[in-house]
């Protein structure tokens, strides 16, 4: 620091004051006065868990995004294992995915006793690349499982186009991307099965939850099995038929996804609209900032999609800083601004490694951007200061460290 530098400058990290008094996390729900009535008459009903607020949730969820059928889960990644289930994936199968995602995506693969074959990312979105996913096909690939990085859709014409020249089934991850929209269509109506999740820091919660959407009636049926011990009724229907017969036809789970979630997700799901539209006004205050910081580089986006920006993920142009990512992120945290990463390239965790001898270098454009990555703050309930507190905190450490 110089002599002449103002108080305001001296950045949390070396004893300056603050950005922020309090700490802004990356992500965080937001629960409304409906919110808690509909849970709470739930609460009051006949029906906890397989009851009518599932149905209810499943035929929403499919109409706001298009699609036929919406089979809910206990959490997006029981939603994964359903969705790798019912395409069938089995011991001997790859399915192609991208390493930079939440482990779940590749775990999901693992679950049914195939091989998750890892793809690189394009540079300027972090979304597979169709040419690397193509070049890593097999006579034993069997599904494609693209995720939609950040909120980006991933590029589905391509990705579909493939899939269909070699007998794939499509799974795609939009846990980061309910409401995208890729060629005017909505992400959830496209791929063979789509997938989302609604843990507390996405679109919309359920506290735990995730869908399925596909417009294949087998799928659906093998999904709400799956989710129900492999079983081929549920309790509802078998009251209301007054049967007890039932019959387990496949080797499932218990991923249901309660009454009082799907209350709860209901009530979410009419504020989706609102939601995005707070997301994509925080996403251009950011990126018309950003565009003018040398050294900090904005999220890209093709011109065919609209994104859900689930993340804000900026990368670093190191040349132009003397600091690494570990520095600059460490600083913004003492701003108090919740910065994160995401995400540890699945490759380069400890499991992986050991089980199929990654060593790092085997996906350069991810793992280059993993060195340079940080996602800063991103939820609706986010208000014009916080997005300015963030831009501020940004402006600040990356002055002080430029080069
Ligand atoms: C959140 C998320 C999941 C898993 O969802 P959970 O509901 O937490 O199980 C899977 N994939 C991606 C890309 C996610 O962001």
């Given at each position: 620091?110089?002599?002449?530098?103002?108080?305001?400058?001296?950045?949390?990290?070396?004893?300056?004051?603050?950005?922020?008094?309090?700490?802004?996390?990356?992500?965080?729900?937001?629960?409304?006065?409906?919110?808690?009535?509909?849970?709470?008459?739930?609460?009051?009903?006949?029906?906890?868990?397989?009851?009518?607020?599932?149905?209810?949730f499943?035929?929403?969820?499919?109409?706001?995004?298009?699609?036929?059928?919406a089979?809910?889960?206990?959490?997006?990644?029981?939603?994964?294992?359903?969705?790798?289930?019912?395409?069938?994936?089995?011991?001997?199968?790859?399915a192609?995915?991208?390493?930079?995602?939440?482990?779940?995506?590749a775990?999901?693969?693992?679950?049914q006793?195939?091989?998750?074959?890892?793809?690189?990312?394009?540079?300027?979105?972090?979304?597979?690349d169709?040419?690397?996913?193509?070049?890593?096909?097999?006579?034993?690939?069997?599904?494609?499982?693209?995720?939609?990085?950040?909120?980006?859709?991933?590029?589905?014409?391509?990705?579909?186009?493939?899939?269909?020249?070699?007998?794939?089934?499509?799974?795609e991850?939009?846990?980061?991307?309910?409401?995208?929209?890729?060629?005017k269509?909505?992400?959830?109506?496209?791929a063979?099965?789509?997938v989302?999740?609604?843990?507390?820091?996405?679109?919309?919660?359920?506290?735990?939850?995730?869908?399925?959407t596909?417009?294949?009636?087998?799928?659906?049926?093998?999904?709400?099995?799956?989710?129900?011990?492999?079983?081929?009724?549920?309790?509802?229907?078998?009251?209301?038929?007054?049967?007890?017969?039932?019959?387990?036809?496949?080797?499932?789970?218990?991923?249901?996804?309660?009454?009082?979630?799907?209350?709860?997700?209901?009530?979410?799901?009419?504020?989706?609209?609102?939601?995005?539209a707070?997301?994509r006004?925080?996403?251009?205050?950011?990126?018309?900032?950003?565009?003018?910081?040398?050294?900090?580089?904005?999220?890209?986006?093709?011109?065919?999609?609209?994104?859900?920006?689930?993340?804000?993920?900026?990368?670093?142009?190191?040349?132009?800083?003397?600091?690494?990512?570990g520095?600059?992120?460490?600083?913004?945290?003492?701003?108090n601004?919740?910065?994160?990463?995401?995400y540890?390239?699945?490759?380069?965790?400890?499991?992986?490694?050991?089980?199929?001898?990654?060593?790092?270098?085997?996906?350069?454009?991810a793992?280059?951007?993993y060195?340079?990555?940080?996602?800063?703050?991103?939820?609706?309930?986010?208000?014009?200061q916080?997005?300015?507190?963030?831009?501020?905190?940004?402006s600040?450490?990356?002055?002080?460290?430029?080069?």
């Amino acid at each position: 620091m110089s002599a002449t530098s103002t108080a305001s400058q001296i950045l949390a990290i070396d004893g300056g004051p603050p950005v922020r008094e309090t700490l802004l996390p990356y992500g965080r729900q937001s629960i409304d006065e409906e919110d808690i009535q509909a849970v709470v008459e739930t609460l009051r009903s006949a029906w906890l868990t397989t009851g009518p607020k599932v149905a209810q949730f499943e035929e929403a969820f499919a109409a706001r995004v298009g699609a036929t059928y919406a089979v809910s889960f206990s959490s997006g990644t029981a939603a994964l294992h359903g969705a790798t289930f019912a395409a069938g994936l089995k011991s001997g199968d790859e399915a192609i995915t991208s390493p930079l995602t939440f482990a779940a995506t590749a775990n999901c693969a693992l679950y049914q006793g195939a091989r998750p074959v890892f793809a690189d990312v394009c540079e300027d979105t972090l979304i597979l690349d169709p040419d690397q996913a193509s070049a890593k096909i097999t006579s034993r690939t069997r599904a494609i499982l693209p995720i939609d990085y950040a909120g980006h859709p991933v590029n589905l014409d391509s990705i579909l186009e493939i899939a269909r020249r070699h007998g794939l089934i499509v799974i795609e991850d939009a846990c980061h991307a309910l409401g995208a929209k890729y060629r005017k269509h909505s992400v959830g109506s496209i791929a063979d099965m789509t997938v989302f999740s609604f843990h507390p820091v996405k679109h919309i919660t359920t506290c735990e939850g995730g869908m399925v959407t596909t417009d294949n009636a087998d799928y659906a049926e093998a999904l709400r099995r799956f989710r129900n011990h492999g079983i081929s009724s549920d309790a509802r229907q078998r009251q209301s038929a007054g049967q007890w017969h039932y019959e387990m036809v496949a080797l499932g789970f218990n991923y249901r996804l309660p009454d009082i979630a799907c209350a709860l997700g209901l009530s979410q799901l009419r504020r989706l609209d609102g939601n995005l539209a707070r997301r994509r006004a925080i996403a251009a205050r950011y990126t018309a900032a950003f565009r003018e910081m040398p050294g900090i580089i904005p999220p890209g986006v093709r011109p065919e999609v609209s994104p859900a920006w689930h993340l804000y993920p900026i990368r670093l142009d190191l040349a132009k800083l003397s600091a690494d990512r570990g520095e600059v992120f460490r600083a913004l945290r003492a701003e108090n601004i919740g910065v994160n990463v995401h995400y540890i390239p699945v490759h380069l965790h400890p499991y992986y490694r050991d089980r199929f001898g990654y060593k790092g270098g085997e996906f350069p454009v991810a793992e280059n951007a993993y060195e340079r990555l940080i996602s800063l703050p991103m939820f609706h309930g986010m208000t014009d200061q916080d997005a300015n507190d963030v831009i501020a905190a940004v402006s600040k450490v990356r002055l002080a460290f430029a080069r």
